[in-house]
Each structure stands twice: as C-alpha cells, then as structure tokens.
C-alpha cells in the first residue's frame, strides 16, 4: 500500500495561466474524489468519479475546472485561467468501496501571483 | 443536507492533561462519522469512524470518540496529551444513505500542546 501519490506538491503560477494537478489513487481503490481546501477550513467537495465515471460534481466546480480519470486509474484536475481565488491546497482522496474511509494524499499547494 | 460544528477553532492543552475536542452535526438520515487529523503541509490522517456499530469508536493514537444520537454529538477525546498529538483535527460526516460517499468537513480544530 503505497498510499495516494499527488503531484506536484506546489504550483506557483501567475493569474490567467492554466495549469494541471495529478492523483495516483491505491491501486485497488475505484472511488476517486477531490477536495480543496483554503487556509483556516476544512476540506470541500469538489468532484467524484467512480472507476473512470464522473458521478457528481459541486457547484464550486466551475466550468473552468475539469477533472478527468481515464481507464479507471489516475486523475486530473485542470483549472484553465487560473484566478487569485483559486489559491488552495487541491487533494485527492480515494477509497475502496462505499463506506470504506477515504484516504488522503498529501495535497498540491496552488499560489497563483 | 449534512454539516458539521466544530466548537473551539483552537483548543490549548498542557501535556499530559485530556483531550476534548467537540463535535456536532447535522444529517437527515443515520449519519457516518469520522475524525481525520492533519499536520503541517500534508493530507488528512484517518484517526477514527462511526458506521453504526458501536457508539463508542477507538482509533489510532488512543484517540477515541463516542456517538450519541440524542445530542447529535461526536466529541474526540484522549485521556493524555502527548506533544504529537499538535495538529489540526477535522469531523466529517457522510450521509451514508447515498452511493457518493462525500465528506462534508468541520472547519477544524487546532490543537496546541504545551510542555
């Protein structure tokens, strides 16, 4: 069990950009899912993918972000011009089945200047 | 729609004195909870759930926290404060009704332990 892999672990990048974020969930986990965070609060729900379906997505998605997961693995979350509120941590967590405990990478940290 | 209230943004303890760090929610339907604790620039740390079995649940770390319905509570607690234990503890409450499975998170409690 080599964890949930995320990369990178920080991203500075300037307003406007558009930039890649990339999560390698346990190997057996089908349940794929990714939060963002901001300084001083806990993690909010962004997006869902059971295997390689994207199942719900919250209303903080904006038609600026997209995520992906091909063939059931890895995924990515994409934010084209990126905005100065897109600043967090973005992490991925995934989980073996429903109702078994996600289990959290260690994030990646986007600065946008 | 779930939520979850963390009293206490920032709770302060010497080592070695209890641990009580609080924990209330919302849920239309038997809720499933869970206590996830976070160090500095790193994800979140599973420490213990509830999925309807016992109301009492003992995690890692001798962390444990007990369920009770009828205050739709979900405290963490820890008989002694070890330096370690410095972090910043997130509840989490899912539904559990649906196939989603998402985590609606507290704004977190950060735990300072004093020498």
């Known amino acids: 069990d080599t964890g949930v892999s995320q990369d990178p672990r920080h991203k500075i990048t300037k307003r406007g950009q558009n930039v890649t974020f990339r999560c390698d969930p346990i190997?057996?986990?089908?349940?794929l899912y990714w939060y963002r965070q901001t300084l001083g609060q806990g993690p909010e729900f962004l997006t869902y993918f059971q295997n390689e379906a994207q199942l719900e997505k919250s209303r903080l998605l904006s038609d600026r972000f997209s995520a992906e997961r091909p063939k059931g693995s890895f995924s990515t979350l994409e934010i084209q011009r990126t905005e100065q509120g897109d600043s967090a941590m973005y992490l991925c967590?995934?989980?073996?089945?429903?109702?078994?405990?996600?289990?959290f990478g260690d994030g990646t940290r986007l600065s946008i200047l | 729609a779930q939520s979850v209230t963390q009293l206490g943004s920032h709770v302060s303890v010497s080592e070695g004195a209890l641990v009580l760090l609080r924990c209330n929610y919302s849920s239309s339907v038997p809720p499933y909870l869970f206590w996830y604790v976070q160090y500095p620039n790193q994800g979140l740390q599973l420490l213990l759930k509830?999925?309807?079995?016992?109301?009492l649940v003992k995690g890692i770390n001798g962390f444990e926290a007990e369920f009770k319905k009828s205050e739709t509570s979900f405290h963490l607690t820890k008989p002694s404060a070890h330096m370690s234990d410095a972090a910043e503890y997130f509840c989490?409450?899912?539904?559990?009704?649906?196939?989603?499975?998402?985590?609606?998170f507290g704004k977190g409690t950060l735990l300072t332990v004093n020498p």
């Open positions: 509830y999925t309807s079995a016992a109301t």
């Open positions: 190997s057996e986990h089908n349940r």
């Open positions: 967590a995934s989980s073996l089945a429903e109702y078994q405990p996600q289990h």
């Open positions: 989490a409450v899912s539904d559990g009704g649906g196939s989603n499975y998402k985590l609606t």
